[in-house]
């Protein structure tokens, strides 16, 4: 079956580091670009950036550059993304997500919650 | 980069079709044909419905159909069943760094 399974859910506190996971199974993971999509409470998808884990070129939206990591290990499947410093405003869920070549998501993760609270 | 504009709410009695509309720019829905949509139930991961404007994947009922007029890309579902209601997103490529942009969703209730 192909599918992106992610990390569990995450409760951390302001200033804590963070970094979740998305493995992909069913695939050539190597061939297709992964990205992260952020969806705050109640609001629209929001793109994050894009990675591909062939030979790891990576891109970031505006708003997210410098504020998170995304990375990948072709050798297992996985691609990561990682916080150095979370803030309250980090509280959503966050998917991975599978590009397709017409800029369409065809595959996308369960989703994981991340909670940031003092 | 602002989000593409999609009215916040829709609403038919079952049998009937609607239209959700998304309306973007010259940079991104009237620029390109990389208009995709999604369906997303409460608690679920949004589901590619459309992509390239009006292919439907795999799957994917053929009452649900897409297109687009200049910077406005349309999703029309028609004979509504209770199973279609969902909130339904647009995204489309888009010439700025941020490469896809999303529209800020339309709640669709089915009467």
């Known amino acids: 079956e192909v599918q992106l399974v992610q990390s569990g859910a995450e409760v951390k506190k302001p200033g804590e580091s963070l970094k979740i996971s998305c493995k992909g199974s069913?695939?050539?993971?190597?061939?297709?670009?992964i990205g992260w999509v952020r969806q705050m409470p109640g609001k629209g998808p929001e793109w994050m950036g894009i990675?591909?884990?062939?030979?790891?070129?990576?891109r970031y939206s505006p708003s997210f550059q410098g504020q998170v990591t995304i990375s990948a290990d072709k050798s297992t499947s996985i691609a990561y993304l990682q916080w150095t410093s979370l803030k309250a405003s980090d509280t959503a869920i966050y998917y991975c997500?599978?590009?397709?070549?017409?800029?369409?998501?065809?595959?996308w993760g369960q989703g994981t919650l991340v909670t940031v609270s003092a | 980069q602002s989000a593409l504009t999609q009215p916040a709410s829709v609403s038919g009695s079952p049998g009937q079709s609607i239209t959700i509309s998304c309306t973007g720019t010259?940079?991104?829905?009237?620029?390109?044909?990389?208009v995709s949509w999604y369906q997303q139930h409460p608690g679920k991961a949004p589901k590619l419905m459309i992509y390239?404007?009006?292919y439907r994947p795999s799957g994917v009922s053929n009452r649900l159909s897409g297109s687009k007029s200049g910077n406005t890309a349309s999703l029309t579902i028609s004979g509504l069943q209770a199973e279609d209601e969902a909130d339904y997103y647009c995204?489309?490529?888009?010439?700025?760094?941020?490469?896809?942009?999303f529209g800020g969703g339309t709640k669709l209730t089915v009467l």
């Open positions: 997500a599978r590009r397709g070549g017409s800029y369409q998501i065809d595959l």
């Open positions: 069913g695939y050539i993971f190597s061939n297709y670009w």
């Open positions: 990675i591909y884990p062939g030979d790891s070129d990576t």
């Open positions: 010259s940079s991104d829905i009237g620029g390109y044909n990389f």
């Open positions: 390239e404007v009006s």
């Open positions: 995204s489309s490529y888009t010439s700025s760094s941020t490469v896809v942009i």
